[in-house]
């Protein structure tokens, strides 16, 4: 089956700088999605980018897109103490390819942001 | 906003006890979908329900689950015959459709003794 597989595994920075995490990921998708979770908490949904798409925004976040290379880059920009969690990204057509896949996820990127 | 909300949070059992894992996912969502995280290791999908039938399982999802949407806001996750390495983080998700956004409820952490 298909992996997400997130880098780095921990990074922790200042407030105010800017958080790069990428994902590379093995086999066809139709859409990747990022979550968040934070320690011992459910996943919040953050950004779901269409295998048809390169690029997308959402507040301070903006996440890529590039299928030749298998691969997915988070960018979350003017970072924040409350941003402080794990980070996952999440494929879907690693199952039968129907219309309710399972996502597959990565091991995450645990994001420390220094105040 | 909806949410997907889950019941209960913590849940302690021996092991060889059933359990059930309780869900009210979105109420307009169609997809439902059971996911489980060990600790410190990756979420990994268990399974997805759609028109009142299993869509997809994974490899984890053996003859000890079943899944059961018993009336319209309902679904749950029952585990016959618990073992210590059930002992997880059960996410229960739901989504409009298949391919879009999948939003998880808090999760239930299930503790096997």
């Known amino acids: 089956s298909q992996q997400g597989e997130e880098d780095p595994q921990a990074l922790s920075i200042q407030e105010g700088e800017n958080a790069t995490m990428n994902c590379s990921y093995k086999?066809?998708?139709?859409?990747l999605q990022w979550y968040r979770q934070n320690s011992g908490r459910g996943l919040v949904h953050l950004i779901l980018?269409?295998?048809?798409?390169r690029e997308k925004h959402s507040g301070r976040l903006r996440v890529t897109l590039d299928t030749s290379k298998k691969s997915s880059s988070l960018l979350i920009t003017a970072s924040r103490a409350a941003d402080t969690a794990s980070y996952f990204c999440?494929?879907?057509?690693?199952?039968?390819?129907?219309?309710?896949?399972?996502?597959?996820f990565g091991k995450g990127t645990h994001l420390i942001i220094q105040p | 906003e909806p949410e997907v909300t889950q019941t209960p949070s913590h849940q302690v059992t021996q092991m060889g006890q059933e359990v059930i894992l309780r869900c009210v996912p979105i109420?307009?969502?169609?997809?439902f979908y059971w996911y489980r995280q060990i600790l410190g290791q990756k979420v990994e999908f268990l399974v997805s329900?759609?028109?009142?039938?299993?869509?997809?399982k994974s490899e984890i999802f053996d003859d000890q689950f079943s899944v059961e949407r018993p009336d319209g806001s309902n679904f749950t996750l029952k585990i016959r015959s618990t073992k210590l390495e059930d002992s997880a983080m059960y996410f229960c998700?739901?989504?409009?459709?298949?391919?879009?956004?999948?939003?998880f409820g808090p999760g239930t952490r299930l503790t096997v003794t």
């Open positions: 998700a739901s989504s409009v459709y298949g391919p879009n956004e999948q939003y």
């Open positions: 109420s307009n969502h169609l997809y």
């Open positions: 999440a494929t879907d057509g690693g199952y039968s390819g129907g219309g309710a896949d399972g996502l597959t």
């Open positions: 329900f759609y028109n009142n039938e299993i869509s997809e």
């Open positions: 086999t066809s998708i139709n859409n």
């Open positions: 980018i269409r295998s048809n798409e």
